[in-house]
Nanobody, 128 residues
Framework: QVEVVESGGGSVQTGDSLRLSCTIS????????VGWFRQGPGQEREAVAT????????YYADSVSGRFTISQHNAENTVYLQMNSLKPEDTAMYSC?????????????????????WGRGTQVTVSS
């Protein structure tokens, strides 16, 4: 059974930084694609960033490119999302998701339907 646990959310001011962590309890950690998704109030869930744990290829949504960085720590089965220069429009529930198949994709998918292991999410609130 795959368990995904996020942490690191909180309430911050515009321009602040946060680092989210996603720990995935699975034997074949590096065989997975991992994505960070977010859903703001009244909005659909959207992909923020994805990472291929074999190739380390990444994808970023245009809205976060240059501000957010996704990275991996294989020894700790953890994927991080470093969020800098936060804006009020970044306010959302952030969820981490994983799917087996990092050797299938060159860049891991951004469609949430492709992921089958989800955490419960961590809330990020950015005030102006």
């Amino acid at each position: 059974q795959v368990e995904v646990v996020e942490s690191g959310g909180g309430s911050v001011q515009t321009g602040d930084s946060l680092r989210l962590s996603c720990t995935i309890s699975v034997y074949t950690f590096s065989a997975h694609c991992v994505g960070w998704f977010r859903q703001g109030p009244g909005q659909e869930r959207e992909a923020v960033a994805t990472i291929n744990l074999v190739s380390s290829r990444t994808y970023y949504a245009d809205s976060v490119s240059g501000r957010f960085t996704i990275s991996q720590h294989n020894a700790e089965n953890t994927v991080y999302l470093q969020m800098n220069s936060l804006k009020p429009e970044d306010t959302a529930m952030y969820s981490c998701a994983a799917v087996w198949g990092s050797e299938i994709y060159e860049v891991c998918p951004s469609a949430d339907l492709r992921y089958n292991h989800w955490g419960r999410g961590t809330q990020v609130t950015v005030s102006s």
